[in-house]
C-alpha cells in the first residue's frame, strides 16, 4: 500500500511545480481608462509600475486620509462581472486600504479639511480566471514531463491619484496592472485562486492596499520636496 501511495508522488510533485509556475507577480503597463487626466508624464515607479509626482511635491505634514469610494464607471468593456459583485469587491477594496492606512497610523477621514490627503482609485479591469481552461491545463500538467505554465488566471487594473483635500492641487498619480493573485501567492491563491471567481482578485486588493499605505507612510516621513 505505502509503493502504491508513493507512485502518486511525482505526479503530486508535478502539479505543485505547476502551480508554482502560473500567476506571474510581475507588473505591467494597462490601457489608459480616461480616470487620469494626463498618463504622458507616467515613469517606472518605485512602488506602483506607472507614477508621476509633479516636481515640487510636497508630502509633509499629512497625517490624515479620505479613501474616496472606488470608481467602476472604466469598466464597462473591460468585465464581464456582474454589477452587483464589482460593487462588492469596490467596496472590499475601500475597506482594505483603510484598514491598511489605520494599521499605518494615518487617521482616516470621510470629510477631507485642513491638510488631507485624497486618494481616488479606479478599477480598470477585472478578468476573472479560465476556470475550464485551467482545469484542463492541471489536468495536462498531471502527464507532463515539465510544468506548463500557461494557465488564465485572471487580471486585475487600477488607476489611482492623490490630491491635496483643501485645494484639490494634483499630487500624484499611478496605475499597474495585475495577473492572476499578484505578488500575494499564498497556498490558497495557487491551489483554488485559478478556480475561483475572485480569490485572485482580492489577493491583488490586499497586495495594492499595502503597498498604498508602505507608499503614503515612506512618502509623508520625507521633509521637503519630492
Request: net charge neutral.
Amino acid at each position: 500500500m505505502r509503493l502504491k501511495r508513493a507512485g502518486y508522488l511525482p505526479y503530486l510533485i508535478l502539479v505543485l511545480l505547476a502551480l508554482s509556475f502560473s500567476g506571474c507577480s510581475t507588473a505591467s503597463v494597462g490601457t489608459p481608462s480616461g480616470f487620469l487626466q494626463d498618463y504622458s508624464d507616467f515613469q517606472n515607479g518605485i512602488y506602483f509600475k506607472q507614477e508621476y509626482i509633479p516636481k515640487g511635491t510636497s508630502f509633509s505634514g499629512y497625517k490624515t486620509v479620505k479613501v474616496a469610494p472606488v470608481n467602476l464607471n472604466h469598466l464597462d468593456d473591460q468585465s464581464s462581472c456582474d454589477t452587483g459583485d464589482l460593487e462588492n469587491l469596490a467596496r472590499e477594496f475601500r475597506e482594505d486600504v483603510e484598514a491598511q492606512l489605520k494599521n499605518s497610523g494615518f487617521t482616516v477621514t470621510s470629510d477631507p479639511s485642513g491638510r488631507t490627503l485624497v486618494l481616488s482609485l479606479a478599477l480598470t479591469n477585472i478578468e476573472t480566471p479560465d476556470r475550464l481552461f485551467n482545469a484542463g491545463m492541471t489536468a495536462a500538467s498531471i502527464m507532463s514531463p515539465v510544468p506548463l505554465p500557461f494557465d488564465k488566471d485572471g487580471k486585475t487594473a487600477v488607476e489611482g491619484k492623490i490630491t491635496d483635500g483643501a485645494t484639490g492641487q494634483l499630487l500624484m498619480e499611478f496605475a499597474e496592472v495585475r495577473s492572476g493573485a499578484g505578488d500575494k501567492r499564498s497556498l490558497k491563491t495557487l491551489t483554488v485562486g485559478k478556480y475561483q471567481k475572485f480569490t485572485n482578485t482580492q489577493a491583488v486588493f490586499a497586495g495594492w492596499a499595502q503597498t498604498l499605505a508602505k507608499m503614503l507612510q515612506n512618502l509623508t516621513a520625507q521633509s521637503g520636496t519630492v
